[in-house]
């Protein structure tokens, strides 16, 4: 139906954007069809600079325009608290509820046996390193924010085992977070309730 070059960015939509089906997709490249070359560059350049100034923050593993990121160069957070989040989505909903002031960690996914994907593909043994290495401030709480999920629940049972000789307290996410929702989704009032009545696991 539609030209070469089209349908071949309607392709490239579908594969490189989670969640947009074929209809989306098809939005998409006939909305950019449409736009004038300015618009077109705009948007180009966008993503270009994407690439070329976001880079991972060494500490937090969070994306960062520079390292030390914003939130671990803030001499304000408090130290001794440790929230541990799948991706760095999850870091953006927390921070919107502005109930939480410690500091981050981005494991890069979680724990799936079905996917193959282990422990050594995540930053489980930077979480580790933190929670044994002498710093400045000790870390006294760390805060599991994961989905409600089978691989959350994975991940979740891993992390307790790995730190269970620790004097390190673990806690995670409570009520508000249904299973099988996702952090990221979650609205702020539900969020802080999670985040205030979160419990040892």
Do not use: W
């Not at 710093?135 to 089978?150: N, R």
């Amino acid at each position: 139906m539609f030209p070469r070059s089209i349908q071949h960015l309607i392709e490239v939509f579908q594969k490189i954007l989670p969640g947009v089906g074929p209809k989306t997709a098809e939005r998409f490249a006939l909305a950019l069809v449409r736009k004038d070359v300015p618009h077109v560059q705009a948007l180009l350049d966008a993503i270009g600079n994407i690439k070329k100034q976001i880079t991972t923050c060494t500490i937090c593993f969070d994306f960062a325009e520079k390292t030390p990121c914003v939130i671990c160069a803030d001499p304000r957070r408090d130290g001794s608290l440790l929230c541990v989040v799948a991706d760095p989505q999850g870091i953006l909903a927390i921070e919107k509820t502005g109930a939480y002031k410690g500091r981050y960690l981005v494991l890069g996914g979680l724990l799936s046996p079905i996917e193959g994907r282990t422990p050594d593909q995540l930053k489980i043994k930077d979480l580790q390193t933190k929670c044994t290495t002498l710093g400045v401030v000790q870390i006294k709480e760390i805060i599991l924010a994961f989905d409600s999920t089978m691989d959350g629940e994975a991940t979740v049972l891993y992390i307790k085992r790995l730190l269970a000789q620790s004097k390190i307290q673990v806690t995670r996410l409570a009520r508000g977070l249904p299973m099988g929702s996702d952090v990221e989704y979650a609205d702020e009032i539900t969020l802080t309730d999670a985040l205030q009545g979160r419990r040892n696991v």
